[in-house]
């Protein structure tokens, strides 16, 4: 068997036996668990914040600006008795707050210092980067904070060098990569302060030594440059301690001492061998090893192997019983019974231990021969796990919230889509079809500009008839060719051609942007008749489900059951069910209106058929990154391309205008054949040509030019031989009106290209701005969903429980009519939370420019 297929095998099985497995299945969203512990620790570089659960826990992360908070979401209903609010003096967090929720019940076996936990708000002392993580069997939740905060914990048993400390043994270009300090030596992960640079020796050296946490030890870790073999001895002077005695001479540049406060470790100590020297081919801060020293906090057992090349060396030192810890803490009352617990939950899982300690033994001869498991494979478990479990959430939820709603998805003709509706919108809009005209004008243009890179050409014919005398006629007859060329003009043709191209990119931008605009337009009205049809179905549930508990109420007041109170009271309920009905069709009718409005439609003469409108509402968890947001609004963000079209549009209009400072070099020629006769004579056709060029550029208010022509033409009436001529001639325009105009052109193009960079600028922060406070509106859209879909279910019990009280005489028809009014009402804000939720996809692609970016099927 290949190596990394048996390390695959190992880590399934010791899953499936361990109590953080993969493989567990995820709880009910709403079932209840308790949050048993919190655990706030600090490191050198950064803090971190555990919460425990007795089961598995699914959550929501995200953050909240002024002030700054990272919002750890529970999905479910969670119980505990801790502090509400922690304040902390060390470390990078200031405080831990779990908010309550007020409206569950608590369930039987609890007592009263319990309180249901809604969320927890971790607040910083600044914006630092973070991390959160959870143990693969969902009961432990961790949040890393810091400078230096590693890239996630690893809680269940997979390899026995976990990722607990702040630097990891096993993925070093993980550490280059996450860590500033990454390519110091260090010790436990604490940098080096002196320089230590890798050089090419001969001698061996440590590389570092670092310290790792597991579920039931800790592993100090050795890496060496070649094979290197330890002994290994217990000692007690001046307290107890580990000595490792390199077999062999071994040299390093780290820290001599360095001491640690968490963990069971206290310290880590290199002795010098003042007997040896450190060679010439090492520098100065390299010195001979004679011992390495740890210091436990406690006199613990351990054991010393490595991997099958020698190059590193694993010290595991194993942490005391459990049931001992206990009774050293463990206190009064509290010491009996979590002794108890402690023996009952050891018994039941003695199987489990065994088993697990069989095959933690099969993996470290595993590392004995072979080296540490691959790291990559068991990364990817992780992440395919966690998005498998984000998904199972988000169809819960969803699955959920349709069994709820299931009555009021009811499709009509479902002819009338959002799509249908925004296409509609675009089609019908006079900007729209401005912009379209536009960009065929820029076509059109960009065709001109091509052209004018090219010569003029002309065919020329002349017919020419007269008389010298009385008596004597003559003719004269050209035939030819004539061209013109401006051979050089500073650049500017070819710069107004290029222009010409970004023209076109910058009237199709201009086109997107109106596009964009009445997308968004056309779906936030689209949504509001979808959720205004939804709340009217709603109500009219309601009416339905009270005209019966009205006329029951009547007959009971009538025989004399029921107060007069009693039935005032429900016909106050029906007539508020009354007005939320007719509140409900004024809101449709509005809403009708908004959507003809945004779909370009005659409000006065077109109707929107409302059986024709498709009622969609879908739900689903998106794993969004802010800052690929932000990169993708850049690059198609229609306000940020019809600006950076701009911007280049005014740099080649600056060029342009530049380019009238210039040369300018026009050529200018004829050929062909031309005669001039008396109709005495015979005609006789001859070569006719000329060829000219002139040069001419502006200084200051006058324009110089030089002319140079050349020409040879057939004979004339009365003359005998051909002519040919050679011209160079020159001239001064003085104040020159082009050349007056040159300097304000060259200036207002400056003017022009400054005003369209600033306007980039200001667009380009408009639009990271939008892209923020998209992200952070579909956060809380998506908790909002969540919490919305739990009170609707607490009602759902609600009303079932007031029923039944109501049916045997222990609940009026008021406080029944009342639960079932209360129910509606939360099932219209569960709607508008889906109907928001929607919005803010729609609202988050509309920032980025790209209009199915994020789908939510």
Known sequence: MKRWAFHLILYLVLSAFSYDTVWAQPSETVSSYVLSDLQYETYPEFSRIIFCSNDKVDFVSYELDDPYRIVIDLLGVSFCELQERVEYDEGLVKSIEIVETPY???????????????????????????????????????????????????????????????????????????????????????????????????????????????????????????????????????????????????????????????????????????????????????????????????????????????????????????KEDIKEIAEGEKKKEAIAKAQEKEEEEELKRAVRKELLTMLKEEIRKEGFLKEEKISELKKEELERRKKEVSQKVETIGQEVLKDLFVKGKGTLSLSQSQSIAIENSPQAKTAKEEVKLAMLKKRDAFRALFPNVK??????????????????????????????????????????????????????????????????????????????????????????????????HAAGLSTNLEILNVQSRYNQIQFQIATAQRDLALARFKLQQAMGLDISNDDVDISEVDLELPFRVIDINLYECLEAAANNHPDMLVNKFLVESNEYGEKIAKGKEGFRIDLTGFYGKADSYYNTEAKNLQDDWNIGVKVSKPFWLATPSYSFTKEKTSRKVGQTDRTGTTVNAGEIAIFDKDAFAIGSEIEESKIAKQKAENDLIDTRRQSALSVKESYYNYQEAVIQVKNSLEKVRFHEEAVKVARVQSELNEALQSQLLESLIQLVDEKSVYIKALSDYNLAIIKLNNAIGIRDYFKID
Do not use: C, W
């Not at 319990?114 to 927890?120: E, L, M, S």
């Not at 702040?166 to 280059?176: F, N, R, V, Y």
């Open 104 to 322: 569950v019940q608590k369930p039987q076996g609890l007592d009263e210092y319990f309180y249901a936990a809604d969320y927890i708000i971790i607040t910083p002392r600044s914006g630092f980067p973070y991390t959160v993580s959870s143990a693969e069997n969902g009961r432990i939740i961790a949040v890393d904070i810091g400078t230096a905060a590693p890239p996630g914990i690893k809680v269940s048993m997979v390899s026995p060098v976990q990722d607990y400390g702040p630097e990891s043994a096993l993925d070093k270009q993980t550490i280059e990569k996450d860590r500033p300090d990454a390519g110091k030596r260090t010790i436990g992960g604490e940098p080096i302060t002196e320089s230590a640079q890798e050089t090419t020796i001969d001698e061996n050296i440590i590389d570092y030594i670092n310290f790792e946490s597991i579920d039931d030890s800790i592993l100090v870790v050795l890496s060496t440059k070649d094979e290197m073999a330890y002994t290994a001895r217990r000692g007690y002077y001046p307290v107890f301690n580990i000595v490792l005695k390199p077999q062999g001479p071994l040299f390093t540049d780290l820290e001599e001492n360095a001491e640690f406060d968490t963990g069971y470790i206290k310290s880590v100590k290199i002795v010098k061998d003042k007997n040896a020297l450190a060679p010439k081919t090492l520098d100065k801060y390299y010195y001979p090893v004679e011992y390495v020293v740890i210091e436990p906090a406690v006199d613990l057992p351990f054991d010393l192997y490595s991997n099958d090349d020698g190059t590193i060396s694993i010290l595991e030192i194993y942490y005391p019983d459990v």
């Open 459 to 556: 065919l020329k014919v002349s017919h020419t008839v007269g008389d010298v005398l009385e008596d004597v006629a003559f003719t004269e007859e050209v035939y030819g060719i004539e061209g013109e060329h401006p051979l050089y003009q500073g650049g500017r043709l070819m710069n107004a051609y290029k222009q010409s191209k970004v023209n076109v990119d910058l009237s199709e931008a201009r086109y997107k942007k109106i596009e964009h605009e009445l997308d968004y337009k056309a779906a936030e009205a689209y949504h509001n008749i979808v959720t205004a049809i939804m709340n009217i179905r709603l109500q009219q549930q309601l009416m339905k489900e009270a005209e019966p508990i009205l006329r029951l109420a009547e007959k009971r």
